[in-house]
């Protein structure tokens, strides 16, 4: 069946502008987590949802960031006024559901940031 | 907090030879600790998991016993094939309410040469 999905690929944008990234979970999987990760590190953890809402978003590094859910199911990640800092790799998974330990992850949003 | 140690890489081995990363975790209660490799190109794939003390997760040859007494998930194979070359992240998965949060080492970058 189909994994997780993210678009773009690719983004480069410049400092000061805005971006959205976009994640499709696998279907049924009720769990969705980004993560971002930087060159030569592991993914580090910015927000996770269960159902629509936000269950967890410890992992945001400012107000800048936002991802909304809002039917349960596709999630976009939302950066605002973008610096040269936030470019990563922004990875989503997916996971069954509340409790479910494993999580799938999609190929990535590769930002770059000028 | 939660944290997860892993050896430095590159390592380089000849193909054919036997294969240990080492991992050791950081974390209270009883967390769940995987494996995911990341091939040249490709998004991050669940290589293998445990979720208790003393089991052992398998998958493609690789091992790695899940030891509470040495908080330590280390990463085996008996004989690596070039077609092993990857990123290996090991990962915890915070056992306490109902988020599943991954927890990531740095990495270790593992080329396999003829």
């Known amino acids: 069946g189909a994994g997780v999905s993210q678009t773009p690929s690719n983004k480069v944008t410049e400092k000061g502008k805005y971006v959205e990234l976009r994640c499709d979970p696998i279907?049924?999987?009720?769990?969705l987590y980004w993560y971002r990760q930087s060159l030569g590190q592991g993914p580090e953890f910015l927000i996770y949802?269960?159902?629509?809402?936000?269950?967890?978003d410890s992992g945001l590094p400012n107000d800048r960031f936002f991802a909304v859910r809002p039917e349960g199911s596709v999630s976009t990640l939302k950066i605002q006024r973008t610096e040269r800092g936030d470019s990563a790799v922004y990875l989503c998974?997916?996971?069954?559901?509340?409790?479910?330990?494993?999580?799938?992850f999609g190929p990535g949003t590769r930002l770059l940031v000028l | 907090g939660n944290s997860v140690t892993q050896m430095e890489g590159p390592v380089t081995l000849s193909e054919e030879a036997f294969l240990t990363i080492n991992c050791t975790y950081t974390?209270?209660?009883?967390?769940?600790l995987f494996w995911y490799v990341q091939y040249p190109g490709e998004g991050l794939q669940l290589l293998l998991k445990?979720?208790?003390?003393?089991d052992k997760g398998s998958n493609k040859g690789f091992e790695a016993t899940y030891r509470k007494e040495t908080t330590s998930f280390h990463l085996e194979k008996g004989s690596v094939q070039v077609s092993d070359s990857a990123v290996y992240f090991c990962?915890?998965?915070?056992?306490?309410?109902?988020?599943?949060?991954?927890?990531f080492g740095t990495g270790t970058r593992l080329q396999v040469t003829l």
């Open positions: 990962a915890l998965s915070d056992s306490s309410g109902t988020a599943s949060k991954l927890t």
């Open positions: 445990a979720t208790k003390a003393d």
């Open positions: 998974a997916s996971s069954p559901g509340a409790g479910s330990k494993t999580q799938y």
């Open positions: 949802f269960q159902g629509t809402g936000a269950a967890d």
């Open positions: 974390a209270t209660g009883y967390p769940s």
């Open positions: 279907s049924g999987h009720t769990a």
